[in-house]
């Protein structure tokens, strides 16, 4: 691997810890305003707002512009939700200000990818970034539950500014502003990212036109662009796995707060620790196929998102903690080495139909739109009163559902189009080599 790659993946690191951090923080503010219980599960899909609503132009600018450029100015963003958070926002909007940091982020943390390494090293690499995000989640959660906890709390509370009031009184509010010291430091380390000196590609310009819309005139070629990967025999595949995963995981992250708290009687802190062991497995299956899996073979992993959902379903069996954390280790690791080959996939046919940063754009704009339409399912049902056990098995059989049917659609692609898959497999074996 190259030198810059490492860079990438300590600024990704740091980056992602402070953002799940900020989760379990974010929760806790919501509980001490007592807001309705549909608000904290409201959290995932408003984080997922932006992505949705600006895939057209982030995916586009970070193909315009210096990807570590992209990358530090996304951050400057999250760290302006956090201080509108602090100073009494609604968390809730607060929240979704991060997660336009985060939209702007993706496109360039992932498109560098392609413009840096080989075709031949991108499993290798999402296994390492992929690894390094659920590392993140693991410390993140842990950290936002310890920042929360009375002893740490106490601590940060009771440190005191001359002359300046802080205004801090809740262990949430102290919880953020050492979260906000976390975005400055991925911010710094965006700064040491290499330039690629790949091509980069310009935003439209018409100077008969405002800069509305010259934006706008994007949206044409992000639908374009959406038609296209869906359209690939090998794309649509690695997307529809990738989006339902992540439209899942994204929301699992808080259904197993509450799960927590239903099934063993766990505080936000104590459940934050369940999510850690979840992304425990999941870097554990990550690294496993970075090791073992080849970009050519990426589908063969499929059904285990059957055998994954399946599991999520057999959570509502469980009642003793030292049967949890095995069980959600090998669930984790079930989903790790299910999404690193097919996102290395998708990457890989999304480069070569329309760029990195584009494509990565797409890959956004669909699973999160599948988070934000699961997560605002969820907080309505919630609001109605679905318990956390109904909501896990919905998940799961939803889960285990579709990834049978893309199985399915997977089977019949390679029946009724053997050449047109041949050709693609030819081509990415050639760029493997």
């Given at each position: 691997?190259?030198?810059?790659?490492?860079?990438?993946?300590?600024?990704?690191?740091?980056?992602?810890?402070?953002?799940?951090?900020?989760?379990?923080?974010?929760?806790?503010?919501?509980?001490?305003?007592?807001?309705?219980e549909?608000?904290?599960?409201?959290l995932?899909?408003?984080?997922?707002?932006?992505?949705?609503?600006?895939?057209?132009?982030?995916?586009?600018?970070?193909?315009?512009?210096?990807?570590?450029?992209?990358?530090?100015?996304s951050?400057?963003?999250?760290?302006?939700?956090c201080?509108?958070?602090?100073?009494g926002?609604?968390?809730?909007?607060?929240?979704?200000?991060?997660?336009?940091?985060?939209?702007?982020?993706?496109?360039?943390?992932?498109?560098?990818?392609?413009?840096?390494?080989?075709?031949?090293?991108?499993?290798?690499?999402?296994g390492?970034?992929e690894?390094?995000?659920?590392?993140?989640?693991?410390?993140?959660?842990?950290?936002g539950?310890?920042?929360?906890?009375?002893?740490?709390?106490?601590?940060?509370?009771?440190?005191?500014?001359?002359?300046?009031?802080?205004?801090?009184?809740?262990?949430?509010?102290?919880?953020?502003?050492?979260?906000?010291?976390?975005?400055?430091?991925?911010?710094?380390?965006?700064?040491?990212?290499?330039?690629?000196?790949?091509?980069?590609?310009a935003?439209?310009?018409?100077?008969?036109k405002?800069?509305?819309?010259?934006?706008?005139?994007?949206?044409?070629?992000?639908?374009?662009?959406?038609?296209?990967?869906w359209?690939?025999?090998?794309?649509?595949?690695?997307?529809?796995?990738?989006?339902?995963?992540?439209?899942?995981?994204?929301?699992l992250?808080y259904?197993?707060?509450?799960?927590?708290?239903?099934?063993?009687?766990?505080?936000?802190?104590?459940?934050?620790?369940?999510?850690?062991?979840?992304?425990?497995?999941?870097a554990?299956?990550?690294?496993?196929a970075?090791?073992?899996?080849?970009?050519?073979?990426?589908?063969?992993?499929?059904?285990?998102?059957?055998?994954?959902?399946?599991m999520?379903?057999?959570?509502?069996?469980?009642?003793?903690?030292?049967?949890v954390?095995?069980?959600?280790?090998?669930?984790?690791?079930?989903?790790?080495?299910?999404?690193?080959?097919?996102n290395?996939?998708?990457?890989?046919r999304?480069?070569v139909?329309?760029?990195?940063?584009?494509s990565?754009?797409?890959?956004?704009?669909n699973?999160?739109?599948?988070?934000?339409?699961?997560?605002?399912?969820?907080?309505?049902?919630?609001?109605?009163?679905?318990?956390?056990?109904?909501?896990?098995?919905?998940?799961?059989?939803?889960?285990?559902?579709?990834?049978?049917w893309?199985?399915?659609?997977?089977?019949?692609?390679?029946?009724n189009?053997?050449?047109?898959?041949?050709?693609?497999?030819?081509?990415t074996?050639q760029?493997?080599?």
């Amino acid at each position: 691997m190259k030198r810059g790659f490492y860079t990438i993946m300590v600024a990704q690191f740091v980056s992602s810890l402070a953002d799940n951090a900020l989760f379990v923080a974010a929760v806790e503010l919501l509980k001490n305003r007592a807001c309705p219980e549909w608000q904290p599960a409201a959290l995932v899909p408003m984080f997922a707002l932006f992505y949705v609503v600006l895939a057209p132009f982030v995916g586009a600018y970070a193909d315009a512009r210096p990807k570590g450029e992209v990358m530090f100015s996304s951050n400057a963003i999250k760290v302006v939700g956090c201080f509108l958070m602090l100073f009494g926002l609604q968390p809730l909007l607060a929240y979704a200000v991060v997660g336009l940091g985060a939209a702007a982020y993706s496109p360039a943390k992932y498109g560098i990818l392609t413009e840096l390494l080989p075709p031949s090293q991108l499993v290798k690499a999402n296994g390492w970034i992929e690894g390094l995000t659920i590392a993140s989640i693991i410390l993140g959660v842990m950290l936002g539950g310890q920042l929360l906890s009375a002893g740490v709390s106490s601590r940060l509370l009771s440190w005191d500014l001359p002359i300046i009031d802080t205004g801090l009184t809740t262990p949430a509010q102290a919880a953020v502003v050492i979260i906000v010291l976390l975005y400055g430091v991925a911010a710094w380390l965006n700064t040491l990212i290499p330039v690629t000196h790949v091509a980069l590609r310009a935003l439209p310009h018409d100077p008969q036109k405002n800069r509305l819309q010259n934006l706008w005139s994007l949206a044409p070629d992000f639908i374009a662009c959406n038609r296209l990967l869906w359209r690939d025999k090998l794309g649509q595949i690695s997307l529809a796995t990738t989006t339902l995963f992540w439209g899942v995981s994204g929301n699992l992250r808080y259904i197993v707060l509450a799960w927590g708290a239903a099934a063993l009687s766990y505080t936000t802190s104590q459940s934050s620790s369940l999510v850690g062991v979840v992304a425990v497995g999941t870097a554990i299956g990550a690294v496993l196929a970075s090791l073992k899996m080849k970009l050519a073979h990426a589908t063969r992993v499929i059904p285990l998102g059957i055998a994954m959902g399946l599991m999520v379903v057999g959570m509502n069996l469980i009642r003793d903690v030292w049967i949890v954390a095995p069980f959600l280790v090998l669930l984790g690791g079930l989903g790790g080495f299910l999404v690193v080959p097919m996102n290395a996939l998708l990457q890989h046919r999304g480069a070569v139909l329309m760029g990195g940063g584009r494509s990565i754009a797409v890959q956004n704009f669909n699973e999160q739109a599948c988070i934000l339409a699961l997560g605002g399912l969820y907080a309505l049902f919630t609001g109605l009163g679905l318990s956390a056990f109904e909501a896990l098995t919905g998940f799961g059989m939803l889960v285990a559902l579709m990834m049978w049917w893309i199985k399915r659609w997977h089977d019949a692609n390679v029946l009724n189009y053997p050449q047109d898959i041949e050709q693609l497999l030819k081509e990415t074996c050639q760029h493997e080599e």
